[in-house]
């Protein structure tokens, strides 16, 4: 393709300027030229896609990284993982403009649809969806948005196409791994992330803010007076509480990020793409849905369970993962200071100790 564009070029540089042939070569050359940006896209699209399996061989931080990579590679305003899940099509992942920012409102899930890929034109916009299509199944849908003026984004179907394949072949491969090292990356007891595959999440997300490419939210989670409520009321409840715990987090994270047990009743989110104000909200979000969890003891009575929230966010209070945490982690113990039960952020942290951090 690169000599014919450059056989057009020297024809069309000899061309009397404005003349039908010189207009015909013209448009020849524009769309060899647009033929070699969308390849070029399509490279670099796909060659992203590709390490979002090799940092994570799990399906839901695998579609998360899928996710944010294609919408950052083709600029487009929202992208969002559907998945079949016993049947049920529900969203494991997406990537979206912040709320700051006008875009289109998301869509609902995709119901009776067939293999066959759609292009939508919104009032606002435009709505690409795809199936995630293998050889014998549908494991789901991969829908994309781009602003009404990116008129190029129908030119570009082939493009969607490709990428929703790769994207398929990946997260075939992902539910492939995970059925065998479900054990390995997840805590036994509450099902969310363990320790270690948060750190490596992390470990990768900073990488992305070192590049000065996105946001980053860390929130730090403890819940209050555990021990004392474990020696009261024995471990079986203990174990009651981490799980109802672990899915209050869950839903409040939904796919906005990971949630993770960091260790004991200590827990972790991840948050990609997150400034300060989006952070803030899923924090508050998820203190709210701890505050629903409630123990009934066997002798009568309730006894409502609470928790302290801290949270830090790069690349304005660091970059490197340590620094992330232990930033949150002073704003955890700030909060856990002043009367436990709420969120507490970095400027709530004594700045000696802050300094310090």
């Not at 294609?70 to 997406?94: E, F, T």
């Not at 002798?299 to 790069?314: D, H, M, N, Q, R």
Request: aromatic share 6%; with cysteine.
């Amino acid at each position: 393709m690169s000599e014919n564009l450059f056989d057009k070029i020297l024809k069309w540089r000899l061309l009397p300027f404005d003349s039908p042939e010189e207009q015909i070569h013209r448009e020849a050359i524009a769309i060899s030229v647009n033929q070699l940006e969308t390849a070029e896209r399509e490279s670099l699209v796909l060659k992203r896609i590709g390490t979002a399996f090799n940092l994570h061989q799990t399906v839901q931080p695998a579609a998360l990284h899928a996710a944010h990579t294609i919408k950052g590679a083709l600029n487009l305003l929202s992208v969002r993982v559907w998945i079949y899940d016993n049947g049920k099509l529900v969203s494991i992942a997406s990537a979206h403009q912040s709320p700051s920012k006008p875009g289109l409102k998301p869509a609902q899930a995709p119901e009776k649809m067939s293999n066959m890929a759609i292009w939508e034109v919104w009032e606002d916009g435009f709505r690409a969806l795809l199936p995630l299509h293998l050889t014998d199944r549908n494991i789901g849908y991969l829908e994309l948005m781009a602003p009404r003026e990116q008129e190029k984004f129908l030119l570009e179907r082939s493009l969607h196409a490709t990428v929703a394949e790769q994207l398929a072949l990946v997260l075939q491969s992902a539910q492939l791994f995970e059925s065998v090292e479900l054990m390995a990356t997840s805590d036994p007891l509450t099902g969310l992330s363990n320790h270690r595959s948060m750190q490596d999440f992390l470990r990768e997300q900073c990488e992305e803010l070192k590049s000065g490419r996105k946001n980053l939210g860390v929130v730090m989670v403890d819940v209050d007076h555990f021990r004392q409520f474990n020696e009261a009321y024995g471990h079986d409840a203990g174990d009651f509480v981490l799980k109802s715990v672990a899915n209050a987090l869950a839903k409040a994270v939904g796919e906005k990020g990971m949630a993770a047990r960091y260790g004991g009743e200590e827990f972790t989110l991840i948050l990609p793409s997150a400034d300060e104000q989006l952070t803030e909200i899923v924090a508050l979000s998820a203190l709210d849905h701890i505050r629903r969890v409630v123990y009934h003891p066997k002798a009568g009575g309730e006894k409502p369970i609470t928790a302290s929230l801290g949270y830090s966010f790069g690349p304005q209070w660091g970059v490197h993962p340590q620094k992330l945490l232990k930033v949150a982690d002073n704003a955890l113990y700030a909060a856990k200071h002043t009367g436990r039960n709420k969120v507490c952020g970095p400027d709530d942290v004594p700045k000696e100790k802050q300094n310090a951090a």
